[in-house]
């Protein structure tokens, strides 16, 4: 059957058009600005790395979709709808925004992409072994133009649009120093992910210095 892809740029832009409608009346003003630069700066980096942008749009619009639910609610949801809270969420609720997102996702907002749901699921903690799109969105919820607390967002904002994983290896790398001088709890997966991206970009250096020689 003939597939126009300018018809399906014209549906995916009418379907985010709706989402966006319900996400303002769903999220705080601040909220739903922080969501609109995720959006775009995760269109902008799958232009960049070659990501489905659709994809990257739909994601970042939709990541903190449960974000301003209340915490003690979001473990009242996460038990209700059998989501799997470990024990760091369970000391920790507002980590849990990120799997009920992916809920939220599929059953209010009819997202059916396994793909756009895992980097939804996944874009606060990480996990090893994150694909294309998981990085993306990541990164553009740590980069997007409305941040400006981190001290080094220039240096990361050029790298993430050379580099996806030395950038994750980077921010992970200060969030867990950052957890670790007492301001909050780690996350196993959050540690475990920042072992995983290090061996990575150290495996890839040494490929690196070897091809070179």
């Not at 014209?10 to 969501?35: N, V």
């Not at 998981?134 to 240096?155: F, S, W």
């Amino acid at each position: 059957m003939w597939s126009n892809p300018r018809y399906h740029r014209m549906e995916g832009s009418m379907e985010r058009s709706k989402i966006e409608k319900k996400l303002h009346k769903a999220l705080d003003k601040e909220r739903f600005c922080h969501t609109m630069g995720v959006m775009y700066t995760a269109a902008s980096l799958a232009m960049a790395h070659g990501c489905d942008m659709e994809q990257a749009l739909l994601a970042g619009l939709l990541h903190d979709c449960a974000k301003c639910i209340p915490n003690d609610k979001k473990l009242e949801l996460c038990k209700k709808h059998h989501i799997e809270i470990t024990r760091a969420e369970e000391r920790s609720p507002f980590l849990l925004h990120a799997k009920l997102g992916a809920w939220y996702a599929r059953k209010k907002y009819h997202i059916k992409d396994p793909d756009i749901l895992h980097a939804i699921a996944v874009h606060t903690t990480g996990v090893p072994g994150m694909n294309l799109l998981d990085k993306i969105i990541y990164i553009a919820d740590y980069i997007e133009p409305n941040r400006n607390k981190a001290p080094d967002l220039e240096q990361v904002r050029a790298m993430a649009f050379v580099d996806l994983d030395r950038t994750m290896l980077h921010i992970l790398e200060g969030t867990l120093s950052y957890l670790e001088e007492g301001r909050g709890e780690i996350d196993p997966l959050t540690a475990e992910t920042g072992t995983y991206f290090r061996e990575l970009c150290n495996g890839q250096k040494a490929r690196d210095k070897e091809e070179s020689l």
